[in-house]
T-cell receptor
Framework: GAVVSQHPSWVICKSGTSVKIECRSLDFQATTMFWYRQFPKQSLMLMATSNEGSKATYEQGVEKDKFLINHASLTLSTLTVTSAHPEDSSFYICSARGQVVAGANVLTFGAGSRLTVL | GIQVEQSPPDLILQEGANSTLRCNFS?????LQWFHQNPWGQLINLFY???GTKQNGRLSATTVATERYSLLYISSSQTTDSGVYFCAVVSGGTSYGKLTFGQGTILTVHP
């Protein structure tokens, strides 16, 4: 159980276009999902918290108009990178609470989506 | 915000060797997880361990919350253990999902 699926795994796009990444919880409902970004050879940085039925909460320094997040259902959150530029090339990973262990929330991560903007 | 430091940054082992990875954090935590990121980028949750000791096969972890550190032990390492190991925490008062990650330890196990 507790599987988070991301699609696509890889995407290459031209500069100026928009790209949508989907994050699905396959066997559980997730009222909250989290989007992280990882640049090559670096750690993961939280971008935003996606809340089902309400606006996302963005971390400081993340442009909400550039990274559009929609959480329309209890099993799906989407991240749209609008007007993508080469500096947006990165590995984007989503996560959701998949398990409750000893009364605490354990996060499960998707496999990630690698975006390359030419 | 909370600071998370991992050491060593890089570790090279021969197959069969044992190793210890360390994670220091600057404030009290509600959640601490160890992850293994494989070469394809997938993060695998190894342990949820805000305190105490846990073991899972060749891996074990210990968190001493009062001294603000956690250790991940890998015994009899295998080439498939290669990858990046991350420690991530949620500090007190922060939403459970807002993990702060350390910079990771890159482990390479040679046959």
């Amino acid at each position: 159980g507790a599987v988070v699926s991301q699609h696509p795994s890889w995407v290459i796009c031209k500069s100026g276009t928009s790209v949508k990444i989907e994050c699905r919880s396959l066997d559980f409902q997730a009222t909250t999902m989290f989007w992280y970004r990882q640049f090559p050879k670096q750690s993961l940085m939280l971008m935003a918290t996606s809340n089902e039925g309400s606006k996302a909460t963005y971390e400081q320094g993340v442009e909400k108009d550039k990274f559009l997040i929609n959480h329309a259902s209890l099993t799906l959150s989407t991240l749209t990178v609008t007007s993508a530029h080469p500096e947006d090339s990165s590995f984007y990973i989503c996560s959701a609470r998949g398990q409750v262990v000893a009364g605490a929330n354990v996060l499960t991560f998707g496999a990630g989506s690698r975006l390359t903007v030419l | 915000g909370i600071q998370v430091e991992q050491s060593p940054p890089d570790l090279i082992l021969q197959e069969g060797a044992n190793s210890t990875l360390r994670c220091n954090f600057s404030d009290s935590v509600n959640n601490l997880q160890w992850f293994h990121q494989n070469p394809w980028g997938q993060l695998i949750n190894l342990f949820y361990i805000p305190s105490g000791t846990k073991q899972n096969g060749r891996l074990s972890a210990t968190t001493v919350a009062t001294e603000r550190y956690s250790l991940l032990y890998i015994s009899s390492s295998q080439t498939t253990d290669s990858g990046v190991y991350f420690c991530a925490v949620v500090s007190g008062g922060t939403s459970y999902g807002k993990l702060t990650f350390g910079q990771g330890t890159i482990l390479t196990v040679h046959p």
